[in-house]
Each structure stands twice: as structure tokens, then as C-alpha cells.
């Protein structure tokens, strides 16, 4: 949780200025009081951010997501979400009874799409079956340089079933990795070492990244990357230099 509420405030509409378009938050984060920071940011800012919340599973049966969802808008003081996750999946309600909610809440015109985090292949298996490809907005897992477990699997499977992926904590929360490979590939095209983890990550048309960034420095060379294309063989050389781990 952010120390001072007002700079927090400060810097996410300034990063909104330099061009940053997603803000993910949860009604999780510090109870809900990320949200009421969000929502000070947004204020005159909402048309130029896709804002993203997500409701806790304990809270996922359908009188609980309604609720909740309600209570993120207030938070945030917007009057839709462009994306409403269930955060991980839990035992408090049937996957179909919050995917039920999900769709009133789109009919109400309180979400545009909604989507779901932290789903595993089995999730993700049961949640398409349910509802068939293409209806699920995302599936958001942690997706980083030395944490690559989603590709032999959940991955493909999302691709297949059109499921777009959002990796989070790509810059694997700030720890990135120092690599002579990294560096190099930065070198060759002017840009930083995250930037190329970045990209590296988004190389797949099916993923999208989300990092978290309070220095502008980091927010302005974040949105850059967004225009970083790596070469076949620079892909090869960090995908040797960063294999993909069972348990990592
Ligand atoms: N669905 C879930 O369960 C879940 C779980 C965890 C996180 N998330 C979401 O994922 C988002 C990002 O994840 P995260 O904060 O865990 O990790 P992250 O984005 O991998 O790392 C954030 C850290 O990286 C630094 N950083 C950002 N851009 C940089 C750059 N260009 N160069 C060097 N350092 C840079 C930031 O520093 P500064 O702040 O100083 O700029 C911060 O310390 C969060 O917004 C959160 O909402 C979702």
C-alpha cells in the first residue's frame, strides 16, 4: 500500500500523461483503498485508461460478485469497468454461478468483459467448457523471464481457445534479471534491459503485459516497449539463456 496517498495519486495521472492505458487493481489491495486511489487519479482521465478490478473468490457467489463489483465502482468512481476478474479461483461458488453474475453484470452495463487471474490448465479447461472459446477476456498468471510456466501449457491452451494472456509481474517485481544476453539485445536496439524482457514476453500476439511502474522514467520507457520487436535469433539466444522451468 502506498505510503502517501497523494503522490501515489501524483504519479498515476502523471504516467496516464505519458501514455500508460491500463490500470489493474482489485478490491483486494489494501481492502479496497488502492481503488479509492485509483478512482482520485482517474478523475477527468477516465476515456484514456482501460481500468481493470477483480473480486475475491470468497466473495464469487453471484449475490457476493454483484455486491463487490458494485462497491469497486463506487471505489473507483467510474461508471463501468472496461474488465472484471474473478482474482483466483476458490471453493465459495460453482465457477458457472460467478460466470452468471459476470454476464448480469455486462448486462447491466456495469462491466464491459469480464475475465478471470490465476487459473491453473484445469481452471482454465472447466471455465472454457462452460462457456466456449472467445467469451473469457483474459487469464492473468505471473509471467516473467525466470518464471515461464505457463508456455508448455496453459499458454497453448489460452491461444487456442482464444483467451488472451496477461502476464503479471513481468519485470518479475522489479528483480531483473542481469544478463550479458539481455544487455546486448538492449544495446543493439537503444533500449533497456526491460524493455527487452518486455517484449520478449509479448512476442506471442496472445500476450500482453502489465507492469507496475511509480518512476516515470520507467513508466515512459514501459510504454516504448510496446513498439519493440526482437529478431528471431535474439528470441532464441534469451529463450536458451532463461529456460523454461517446471517449478521455478
Ligand atoms: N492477478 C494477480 O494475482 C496479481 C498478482 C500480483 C500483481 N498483479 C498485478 O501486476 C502488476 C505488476 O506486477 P508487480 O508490481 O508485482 O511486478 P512488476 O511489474 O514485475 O515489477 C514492478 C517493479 O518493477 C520496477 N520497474 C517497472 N518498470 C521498470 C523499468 N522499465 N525498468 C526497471 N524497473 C522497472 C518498478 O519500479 P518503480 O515502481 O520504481 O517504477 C517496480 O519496483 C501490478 O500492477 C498488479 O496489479 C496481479
Not at 496472445?206 to 528470441?235: C, G, Q, T, W, Y
Amino acid at each position: 500500500m502506498e505510503a502517501n496517498p497523494a503522490s501515489a495519486v501524483e504519479s498515476l495521472r502523471r504516467g496516464i500523461e505519458e501514455g500508460a492505458n491500463h490500470i489493474d487493481t482489485a478490491e483486494m489491495y489494501a481492502e479496497g483503498a488502492v481503488e479509492e486511489i485509483v478512482g482520485r487519479a482517474l478523475h477527468g482521465l477516465r476515456e484514456k485508461v482501460f481500468v481493470v478490478s477483480k473480486v475475491q473468490p470468497f466473495n464469487a457467489d453471484h449475490r457476493g460478485v454483484i455486491f463487490s463489483c458494485e462497491q469497486s465502482l463506487k471505489r473507483l468512481n467510474v461508471e463501468i469497468l472496461d474488465v472484471y476478474l474473478l482474482h483466483w479461483r476458490g471453493k465459495k461458488a460453482p465457477l458457472e454461478e460467478t460466470f452468471r453474475a459476470f454476464e448480469r453484470l455486462k448486462s447491466d452495463g456495469k462491466i464491459r468483459h469480464w475475465g478471470v487471474s490465476n487459473f491453473g490448465l484445469k481452471d482454465m479447461e472447466e471455465a472454457v467448457q462452460l462457456v466456449g472459446d472467445g467469451v473469457i477476456a483474459c487469464n492473468q498468471v505471473v509471467y516473467h523471464l525466470e518464471k515461464r510456466i505457463i508456455e508448455p501449457e496453459i499458454l497453448p491452451f489460452c491461444r487456442k481457445h482464444k483467451v488472451p494472456v496477461v502476464a503479471y509481474s513481468p519485470l518479475g517485481e522489479g528483480r531483473i534479471p542481469k544478463s550479458p544476453i539481455l544487455d546486448s539485445v538492449a544495446q543493439s536496439h537503444g533500449a533497456t534491459p526491460a524493455q527487452v524482457c518486455l517484449a520478449f514476453l509479448t512476442r506471442d500476439p496472445a500476450v500482453f503485459a502489465i507492469p507496475k511502474a511509480s518512476d516515470l522514467r520507467h513508466v515512459r520507457e514501459n510504454v516504448r516497449s510496446m513498439r519493440l520487436s526482437l529478431a528471431e535469433d535474439e528470441i532464441r539466444r534469451i529463450d536458451a539463456t532463461f529456460p523454461i522451468r517446471k517449478k521455478s
